[in-house]
Nanobody
Framework: QVQLVESGGGLVQTGGSLRLSCEAS????????MGWFRQAPGQERQFVAG????????MYADSVKGRFTISRDNVKKTMYLQMNSLKPEDTAVFYC???????????????????WGQGTQVTVSS
């Protein structure tokens, strides 16, 4: 079993920054592909960023490229999402996700992830 706990959400003004963290417990983090997704009210959950188990491969949604950076620390069993130049349209609940398959790949489809955190709210005021 894997438990994922997100933190770092909050209220920030347009143009501000936040860093989200996702801490994993249970099995070794090093075998997982991980990702960040977000869901705004009335919308479907959408892919934000993904990272391979080694951290060498990353992928971003077009809407966040150049503003968000995903990273991970396998020793600390933690994944991060540095969010800069935040916009009101970034407002959503952000979820982290983990996949158990030991493959060096980035996964962008929510259906490919087996474990999810509870989510952390990010609100960007205009």
């Amino acid at each position: 079993q894997v438990q994922l706990v997100e933190s770092g959400g909050g209220l920030v003004q347009t143009g501000g920054s936040l860093r989200l963290s996702c801490e994993a417990s249970g099995r070794s983090l090093s075998i997982y592909a991980m990702g960040w997704f977000r869901q705004a009210p009335g919308q479907e959950r959408q892919f934000v960023a993904g990272i391979s188990w080694s951290g060498r491969r990353t992928m971003y949604a077009d809407s966040v490229k150049g503003r968000f950076t995903i990273s991970r620390d396998n020793v600390k069993k933690t994944m991060y999402l540095q969010m800069n130049s935040l916009k009101p349209e970034d407002t959503a609940v952000f979820y982290c996700a983990a996949d158990l398959r030991p493959v060096e790949i980035v996964r962008s489809n929510a259906n490919e992830y087996s474990y999810w955190g509870q989510g952390t709210q990010v609100t960007v005021s205009s």
